[in-house]
């Protein structure tokens, strides 16, 4: 079974620092794994996504992240935060009944001015 | 513009009451997905389709149908037999249909926030 796991519920950080939200995931195949973002009351936007080609993903925005087989882990990171950032964010792995996406609980960025 | 719109935005309604959420796409999406969100909770799915005239459950589907008669439109109705539906309701479609959601990306709309009064 597939599962996924946001090990932090709330992050804080100042802006002009780095950013790292963790994800670990559980698959029994390779996973295909995605980081959206959501801003207040809107829906969710795709950040990046991992399908098994190069382990370092970039995404939109500045943010990245490395899949790391090892470690089951999917972290998601970004040199420098801005104030714009600050948002929740779901790592998400495929999988699932039917194949469908689990969402993680989501980790909410605060970016301190 | 290409895109999901959901409406209405808001929406109240008093307990017994069915209410139904709107979903419309203009991406030539094949599959169409609802989710419903709550406050430390992820987002869970409700009902999915992949084509026309055709939908499944996902893991929270009780107390909610839905229908596909047209490509474009993936209605989501919330009835009285929803024990607690205060909630964020979300729509996505995905291009390229397809029996899983593997490599795809889904296109989420901005969501109705409905609250039982």
């Known amino acids: 079974a597939q599962s996924v796991t946001q090990l932090d519920s709330h992050v804080s950080v100042s802006e002009g620092t780095p950013v790292l939200l963790r994800c670990n995931y559980s698959s029994s195949y390779s996973p295909s794994l995605f980081w959206y973002v959501q801003h207040p009351n809107k829906g969710l936007q795709l950040l990046l996504k991992?399908?098994?080609?190069?382990?370092l993903v970039k995404g939109i925005n500045g943010f990245e992240a490395e899949f790391k087989k090892s470690e089951t882990s999917f972290h998601l990171t970004k040199p420098s935060a801005h104030m714009s950032d600050a948002a929740e964010y779901f790592c998400v792995v495929s999988g699932g009944s039917q194949g469908n996406l689990i969402f993680g609980k989501g980790t909410k960025l605060s970016v301190k001015p | 513009d290409g895109g999901i719109t959901q409406s209405p935005k808001y929406l109240f309604r008093k307990e017994g009451q069915n209410v139904t959420l709107s979903c419309e796409q203009n991406l030539n999406h094949d599959a169409m997905y609802w989710y419903r969100q709550d406050p430390g909770q992820g987002l869970r799915l409700i009902y999915y389709s992949q084509i026309v005239n055709d939908f499944q459950k996902g893991d929270i589907a009780e107390g909610y149908s839905v229908s596909r008669e047209k490509k474009e439109s993936f209605p989501l109705t919330v009835t009285s037999a929803q024990k607690n539906p205060t909630a964020f309701y979300l729509c996505?479609?995905?291009?390229?249909?397809?029996?899983?959601?593997?490599?795809?990306?889904?296109?989420f709309g901005e969501g109705s926030r409905l609250t039982v009064l």
């Open positions: 991992y399908t098994s080609a190069a382990t």
């Open positions: 996505a479609s995905k291009g390229r249909g397809g029996l899983v959601l593997q490599a795809g990306e889904l296109f």
